[in-house]
Nanobody
């Protein structure tokens, strides 16, 4: 399974961005998916997860009410709509997919929020 993120960039505080994750390869093996982020000098942290059907989602407290995770299984894509962005949201955002025997990661997309 290969994962490719897109949609990162530079935005002012209060603005919005939408990240996309495109999955290819043995996508039939993918179950839950999620977004993680890693800020400079910090550990990678969970942002949001979504189950295989898209019916169940989970968010970090820091992004609840501002970010929305979704997926289009037919197109093998996952999204993260980020609203009301804050400087502390600045990080590299990674797409994650859980397969039958292992997890997969994308290469990351930089999101920078200026104050």
């Amino acid at each position: 399974v290969q994962l490719v993120e897109s949609g990162g960039g530079l935005v002012q505080a209060g603005g919005s961005l939408r990240l996309s994750c495109a999955a290819s390869g043995s996508t039939f093996s993918i179950n839950a998916m999620g977004w993680y982020r890693q800020a400079p000098g910090k550990q990678r942290e969970l942002v949001a997860t979504i189950n295989s059907s898209g019916s169940s989602t989970n968010y970090a407290d820091s992004v609840k009410g501002r970010f929305t995770i979704s997926r289009d299984s037919g197109k093998n894509r996952m999204y993260l709509q980020m609203n009301s962005l804050r400087p502390e949201d600045t990080a590299v955002y990674y797409c994650n997919a859980r397969g039958m025997v292992r997890a997969y990661w994308g290469q990351g997309a930089q999101v920078t929020v200026s104050s």
